[in-house]
């Protein structure tokens, strides 16, 4: 029988990637919507060798609502950390884009809010001179650059816009469901058409994951500092380092009550994200010693540049106090190269700690580097948490502990060293 018949038509190039199948892991997710965002972060962190869709820089839509401002906007946009958007509500992100244009369309007609980007202040007097835009004169739009409504009125419909968002949308859904069935009835087949249309958008804003969760940390939680440049010449002196700073690498540990302890190590070149260089480690030697663990990531991490063989990033940062940074440097000391400079940073109190000092440097919360060292430290968090998470739900679905089925190792794939 032939090769691609007895696999069940997979064809040459898949029936060739059957070989290399070790094992099957599961993560268990809510729904699709997760299912999706879950993929596109794992395909980003650790790029594995057969995916060509998700690698791109491409990220889900956020909804941006500017409450900061005398009237807000509403707007649909990728970048929620830009200035426009930085103190407003910001929903998402949505992974069907198509349906939440079409939601934010539909209700506008409801809760008429503008989304123009005109810089509408209460107190501009010119205003009431200014002619509205069509969306005001078709009902979509109450029109705050032209004084046609208050700011107060403005700001209850805007609420009651971020309450529609936040609930379940059961009456209003219930409402269009019935006037969709009197349109079938009535042989009003477009009508009934579109009110399903605008039910199904309505229903897809469910499908939207949680910033806390940090699904897209490139848009999200890397927008902390505006100049790289600046933070890496800043840190340069801060460390009194001859040399400029250009490679920098950080450490973290996460467990749970000592469950599953990973480690991290992401890398950042010229202050950017080299996604190709991070690594996520399985702790074997600990399960609850914060110490123990560093220590193993550092000796695995490290032997290879420790013996000669490669080179050391220009700063190591490790998450933590001074206890992280002795273990870390008690690591190193069983090399036989020491590399060139190693940090730890306290999340508390924001404190640097230097391994040739004593007393830690406490620098201002706008110094662009104490905002450079904590955009990589939470980012390795971010990485060491992400892994953990997919370990402990291996764990209570229970699929970490079947057997391999197959006796060959496993390539290794770039981003993964567990």
């Known amino acids: ?41 794992l395909i980003k962190d650790i790029p594995p060798p057969y995916n060509v869709l998700l690698t791109d820089d491409k990220t889900f839509p956020y909804l941006a609502i500017t409450t900061r401002d005398d009237f807000p906007g509403v707007y649909i946009t990728r970048a929620p950390n830009e200035a426009p958007f930085r103190g407003g509500r910001v929903l998402g992100p949505f992974t069907k884009p198509s349906a939440l244009r079409a939601s934010v369309q539909l209700l506008q007609r409801v809760f008429k809010f503008r989304t123009c980007e005109l810089e509408i202040r209460e107190d501009d007097p010119k205003r009431r001179f200014f002619r509205p835009c069509l969306l005001h004169a078709i009902g979509q739009c109450t029109a705050p650059c032209a ?48 009110l399903r249309d605008q039910i199904r958008a309505l229903q897809r804003l469910d499908d939207r994951g949680k910033r806390s969760d940090q699904w897209q940390p490139e848009t999200e939680s890397l927008a902390l500092y505006v100049d ?93 106090g001074l206890g992280q940074l002795h273990a870390a440097r008690e690591a190193f000391a069983g090399l036989d190269v020491q590399p060139p400079m190693v940090i730890a940073l306290a999340k508390k109190e924001e404190l640097i700690y230097i391994q040739a000092q004593s007393e830690p440097i406490h620098l201002p919360r706008n110094n662009p580097a104490l905002k450079l060292c904590q955009a990589i430290r939470d980012e390795a968090h971010r990485f060491a948490q992400h892994y953990h998470h997919i370990l402990r739900r291996k764990k209570v679905v229970g699929e970490g502990k079947r057997p391999k089925t197959a006796s060959r190792k496993q390539k290794p794939e770039p981003g993964n060293s567990a």
């Open 228 to 320: 790289p440049s600046k933070g890496l010449e800043q840190l340069r002196k801060v460390l009194s380092m001859d040399r400029p700073v250009r490679c920098l690498e950080a450490i973290d540990i996460a467990h749970l009550q000592g469950g599953e302890t990973v480690g991290s190590k992401v890398c950042f070149v010229d202050g950017r994200a080299l996604k190709n260089e991070y690594r996520r480690y399985r702790i074997k030697t600990a399960q609850n010693d914060d110490y123990t663990s560093i220590r193993e990531v550092v000796s695995r991490r490290y032997r290879e540049a420790g013996a000669g063989n490669e080179l050391y990033p220009d700063v190591i940062l490790i998450d933590g």
């Open 1 to 41: 029988m032939p090769s691609a018949a007895r696999h069940g038509g997979l064809g040459p190039k898949k029936v060739q990637m059957l070989d290399e199948v070790v094992d099957f892991d599961t993560i268990e997710c809510e729904g699709e919507w997760e299912a999706l965002l879950a993929e596109a972060r």
């Open 147 to 194: 004084a046609r409504i208050s700011k107060e009125a403005y700001r209850q419909d805007i609420e009651a816009f971020v309450r529609f968002l936040e609930s379940k949308r059961s009456v209003m859904l219930r409402q269009m469901q019935e006037e969709m069935e009197a349109a079938a009835r009535d042989l009003k087949f477009e009508r009934a058409a579109a």
